[in-house]
């Protein structure tokens, strides 16, 4: 996750066996998710370490990524690229793609980042600060929820029932935004490497979205998701649309009906770039001070606080929104 940005000036989840509704009325339909699964999945990418870019753990992730993606019925892919980072040097960026196709024309994007911060700037013991961040909820809760919806929609595909064409990204570079050691000059626009790239790109793509969702930090057992500045700017009938789900589902405590300041994430270059109107389901809390968990971009952001209860919660939001006609 990155840092909150103040940029006003900017205008603006047992392994169940199918995503089945439970009736043919859009407005009734729940879709099957399995936090069990979801849980599974944050885990195993935990297990390979830190996945800073670059490093023995991020290359072999990345391709147990691609595999899991294909496994599951999508064309997966690995775009690389580079990006100017925070120092002004290039910095090399490998995006993981996946598209699955489904009954509709234009895909849904679902997106997260992958990758892990390679410093825990919030730790209270300084040389612990050098240290990578495990990146158990910043990063890895999103992808763990969304490859538990591309599994869950290709049952049900087999099954002959409908789902959206789906397009997955999972960011890299996300969290490679300026230390909080560093003493030279800050650059602006050094969060979201990778979906700034993948921004860019998208243009020449052929593949099209009619809208987008970024999941970000979604296992925390205490987790809020408020309405978020320029998800409401740019895609307010989306964010109206998941939230109307997630309470009809019962998940109102964690989808709060609360607008909340800007956020400088992926989302904001995929609506700004790409052009294509993105939500951003991301735990924040205005009264912290960061915003965030006591223990974001610390060394305790590990599996100790992944939720079930919460990665259901996104999940099957998530999956009842998209697979609604």
Known sequence: MTILRALYYIALPLVLLSCQAKTKTP???????????????VAHQVAYGA??????????????????????????????????????EAQEIRNVVAYFEGHTSQAILLCAHWDCRPWC??????????????????????????????????????NGEFVP????????????????HYTGKDR???WCLGSQLWAKDYQQSSIKCQYGVLLDMVG????TFPREYFSVGYAANYVELIWRTAIRLGYGRYFVNQNVSPILDDHYYVNSIAGIPCVDIIDYKPDTGTGFAHWWHTQQDDMRNINKQT???????????????
């Open 27 to 41: 407005s009734e339909v729940r879709c099957a998710f399995s936090a069990d699964s979801a849980y599974a999945y």
């Open 51 to 88: 996945r800073t870019p670059g490093s023995d753990a991020h290359i072999a992730c990345g391709d147990w990524l691609i595999g899991e993606l294909a496994r599951h019925g999508a064309q997966a892919k690995s775009e690389y690229g580079t990006m100017t980072n925070y120092a002004g």
């Open 121 to 158: 700037d919030e730790e209270e013991i300084y040389e612990k600060r050098f240290q990578p961040v495990m990146g158990a909820n910043d990063g890895a809760s999103g992808v763990g929820v969304i490859l538990e919806i591309v599994r869950q929609l290709n049952m049900r595909r087999a």
């Open 165 to 180: 064409s789906v397009l997955v990204a999972f960011f890299d570079c996300e969290d490679m935004g300026t230390p909080n």
């Open 188 to 190: 602006e626009h050094t």
């Open 220 to 223: 925390d057992p205490s987790a």
């Open 311 to 325: 990665l259901q919660a996104v999940g099957e939001t998530v999956l009842t929104t998209i697979c609604s006609k």
